[in-house]
T-cell receptor
């Protein structure tokens, strides 16, 4: 158990809908990262937050947004969902946000029908 | 061309064999190198973490980084059926607060009794 929690574990929804994925980092970690894992693209970095502020952006679509709250938990919002958004979404956390270790949560499996 | 190349396998070996997993990369800015293990439908779990070049050993696992060749390796000695998983290499540039991990595609390993 990495200490990173994610909810829900599974999510089934329809195209065009909007969902919110939630992540709680390990105790003491200030940085949160979101990754998407699909069969054809592998594990891809989406976005990083550090202590409430956006720090780095990867291949995140405009339909997707995230935020980190004062209690350091983070939410990833996915809107206007398409079939191709079906994937595993992982949250990771680290102490600061430099090159140190990132610990991954168990993931949320999203299926868009 | 992808920044990080990793043979997806699958790799099948008998129990007790020495396993060699490799990744090559193109970005000379990468300074942090990691190996993650991912069991089916689970979050990636950190195995080894190396900064810059050199070797690191932890039990049955040895990680090697050769920055001059842009090549990293993970060796597993005395492989066990419980080592059957997907192994992902990951890399990050020296960033000062921006920490985007770039992952390889992952190599599927099967260790049979």
């Amino acid at each position: 158990d990495s200490g990173v929690t994610q909810t829900p574990k599974h999510l089934i929804t329809a195209t065009g809908q909007r969902v919110t994925l939630r992540c709680s980092p390990r105790s003491g970690d200030l940085s949160v990262y979101w990754y998407q894992q699909s069969l054809d693209q592998g594990l891809q970095f989406l976005i990083q937050y550090y202590n409430g502020e956006e720090r780095a952006k990867g291949n995140i679509l405009e339909r997707f947004s995230a935020q980190q709250f004062p209690d350091l938990h983070s939410e990833l919002n996915l809107s206007s969902l398409e079939l191709g958004d079906s994937a595993l979404y992982f949250c990771a956390s680290s102490v600061r946000g430099g090159g140190e270790t990132q610990y991954f949560g168990p993931g949320t499996r999203l299926l868009v029908l | 061309q992808k920044e990080v190349e990793q043979d997806p396998g699958p790799l099948s070996v008998p129990e007790g064999a020495i396993v060699s997993l490799n990744c090559t990369y193109s970005n000379s800015a990468f300074q942090y190198f990691m190996w993650y293990r991912q069991y089916s439908r689970k979050g990636p779990e950190l195995l080894m973490y190396t900064y810059s070049s050199g070797n690191k050993e932890d039990g049955r696992f040895t990680a090697q980084v050769d920055k001059s060749s842009k090549y990293i390796s993970l060796f597993i000695r005395d492989s066990q059926p419980s080592d059957s998983a997907t192994y992902l290499c990951a890399m990050s540039p020296f960033s000062g607060g921006y920490n985007k991990l770039i992952f390889g595609a992952g190599t599927r390993l099967a260790v049979h009794p």
